[in-house]
């Protein structure tokens, strides 16, 4: 019980930084240069622009590149596990993934509703992942809904600075 526990805790933490977005998974290829949100695009293209980035990058382990997409006072509260308050803190966990050799194998999201006021854009949407880590070689998968909350850097430019998520299940029954 207390492993089911600690394995959805870990995984939690872990798919925290997972935002939507459709993503061909068997994306295998390193992407070298920088990747930049367009301007002059829509609302939603903005959001799924940097949704595909961060999906990618995820995939890729690249945790450093998802970095530049977040506030310095980002707050992520993952369902099961303590929020996790600023960039020092969200960078410190991914450093435990890759102690943990965390690999994501694929990922699915959908945005449902996007939709902004003021300086923030709001998005809510579903998930799917599929992860394994060194005690677990053997992929997980798991499945829930998010609510993200974007702040307006510039005219062309969101960062993340809130989100939450939790399973569509409960992962100790």
């Known amino acids: 019980m207390f492993k089911k526990i600690f394995v959805a805790a870990i995984f939690l ?7 939507i977005s459709c993503e061909n ?3 295998t290829k390193e992407v070298k240069q920088k990747e930049e949100v367009k301007p002059d695009i829509s609302l939603r293209e903005k959001v799924d622009s940097i949704n595909n980035i961060l999906d990618r990058a995820m995939l890729r382990g690249d945790y450093e590149a998802m970095l530049q997409y ?3 006072d980002i707050i992520i509260s993952p369902g099961l596990n303590p929020t996790v308050k ?3 803190a969200v960078k410190e966990s991914y450093e435990k993934n890759r102690k943990m050799e965390v690999q994501y194998h694929s990922f699915d999201g959908t945005a449902e509703d996007i939709w ?3 300086d923030k854009v709001y998005e ?5 992942v599929s992860l394994s880590y060194k005690d677990h070689p053997k992929p997980l998968a798991y499945y829930g809904s998010y609510f993200t909350i974007w702040q307006k850097a510039s005219a062309d430019s ?7 998520w939790n399973l569509g299940f409960n992962p100790c029954d």
């Open 70 to 72: 977040y506030t310095d």
């Open 25 to 27: 998974q068997n994306t």
């Open 124 to 128: 809510r949407g579903t998930f799917g």
């Open 13 to 19: 933490f872990a798919t925290v930084f997972l935002f």
């Open 116 to 118: 902004e006021s003021g």
């Open 86 to 88: 600023g960039k020092a």
């Open 158 to 164: 969101l960062k993340i600075k809130y989100v939450i």
